[in-house]
């Protein structure tokens, strides 16, 4: 399967995706903030498929890495994921960079089904903010 490195900082969120990944088979290399996936990511000379972060950590947030990562390793999908309206809007202007945002809370389901679709390089389904309220 896939190679994803998980950067949260959150580490009950942090734990629930690196399982849910694995649970379909991918090897995840989960780190607290995305300085430590920065570093990850050219350690391992960038042999990841997928990036996963969240946007709004410590040290570097998941924009940050997001452009490092696209400019240092186009080939790797990225995937932001936010429990914050006004840092999905931030994230809305990269978007020939990034596959998608993931809105938090999710699901385990939607967590497994928003990384398969980002591997299988599907175009992201659109939701709007009023859809994800259910207006």
């Given at each position: 399967m896939a190679r994803i490195?998980?950067?949260e900082d959150d580490p009950s969120v942090r734990g629930f995706?690196?399982?849910?990944?694995?649970?379909?088979?991918?090897?995840?290399?989960?780190?607290?903030?995305?300085?430590l996936a920065a570093e990850a990511i050219l350690e391992h000379e960038g042999e990841f498929d997928l990036l996963l972060s969240d946007i709004k950590m410590p040290v570097m947030d998941g924009?940050?890495?997001?452009l490092r990562v696209a400019d240092q390793y186009p080939e790797v999908t990225i995937l932001l994921m936010t429990g914050f309206a006004d840092q999905r809007e931030r994230a809305h202007g990269l978007d020939a960079l990034v596959?998608?945002?993931?809105?938090?809370?999710?699901?385990?389901?939607?967590?497994?089904?928003?990384?398969?679709?980002?591997?299988?390089?599907?175009?992201?389904k659109t939701v709007t903010l009023a859809q994800q309220l259910g207006a």
């Open positions: 490195l998980l950067a995706v690196a399982r849910a990944l694995e649970m379909d088979g991918h090897a995840v290399l989960a780190t607290e903030d995305g300085g924009i940050a890495l997001a596959h998608d945002i993931v809105p938090k809370p999710f699901t385990l389901a939607d967590i497994r089904a928003k990384v398969k679709e980002a591997l299988d390089g599907r175009a992201a």
